[in-house]
């Protein structure tokens, strides 16, 4: 596959997903506009509501805490959906979504490492640690990528599956290995999102050697 084709795949996935949240967020959305509320601002309350959500975590409420990370997850959805509709979207708005959503993803991951820890449970810290940190090295390789000037968009599983997944896995951390489930999923999707980056950044950048 080529360096148009692949990024042509690419675009169609992430139109499919933004197309589905877009449904989702925009009767919201119009209500938002009668007020002052920016998506800054709503950025930060999606942030603030994962910092909840691990707190419940660490308190071991995991219930309530994955229907939490379910409304994090969609104040995610949110504030974009509002910037886009006003026509509002800037570079900083960009930079701060993309930083507060990698601080959300690491504090719950946090929250429920500190959880494992205290109930001294050595492979639900192995499993936990290994989440955060291939969520961390997904990030990025995205990062770096662009720094260089390469594309680097694909991936499998994107947040919106992660926290539907990871909510899942609280809401029914009642039933055995529930939880510890959900994160091993988070984990080998991740990895594999891992080598799939990297492999297209070594794709592009043969081709643009070749040019």
């Known amino acids: 596959m080529n360096k148009v084709a692949s990024e042509k795949q690419g675009s169609t996935a992430r139109l499919s ?3 589905v949240g877009n449904q989702l967020t925009l ?3 119009r ?3 009668r007020t002052s509320i920016t998506p800054n601002t709503i950025t930060w309350l999606g942030f603030f509501i994962s910092a909840g959500a691990a707190a419940l975590v660490i308190t071991d409420h995991p219930f309530a805490a994955g229907f939490v990370v379910l409304i994090g997850g969609f104040f995610d959805l949110l504030d974009g959906a509002l910037a886009r509709y006003i026509n509002k979207t800037t570079r900083f708005g960009t930079v701060l979504d993309s930083v507060l959503d990698r601080f959300s993803d690491a504090i719950v991951l946090i929250g429920i490492l500190v959880l494992y820890a205290f109930g001294r449970s050595f492979a639900g810290i192995i499993i936990a640690s290994t989440a ?3 969520s961390l090295v997904v990030s990025y390789i ?3 990528a662009e720094s260089v000037g390469l594309e680097c968009k694909v991936g499998l599983f994107t947040r919106p599956e992660r926290v539907v997944v990871l909510a899942l896995g609280l809401i029914l951390s009642q ?3 529930a939880l510890f489930t959900a994160l091993m999923i988070i984990a080998v ?5 891992v080598v799939q980056r990297l492999h297209y950044v070594q794709k592009q950048a043969q ?5």
């Open 142 to 144: 995205r990062a770096r």
């Open 175 to 177: 039933f055995a290995f």
């Open 207 to 211: 081709i643009d050697n070749k040019q």
């Open 17 to 19: 997903r933004k197309a």
């Open 132 to 134: 955060l940190l291939l």
């Open 189 to 193: 999707f991740r990895f594999i999102t």
């Open 31 to 33: 209500l938002l506009t």
């Open 27 to 29: 009767p919201i959305v």
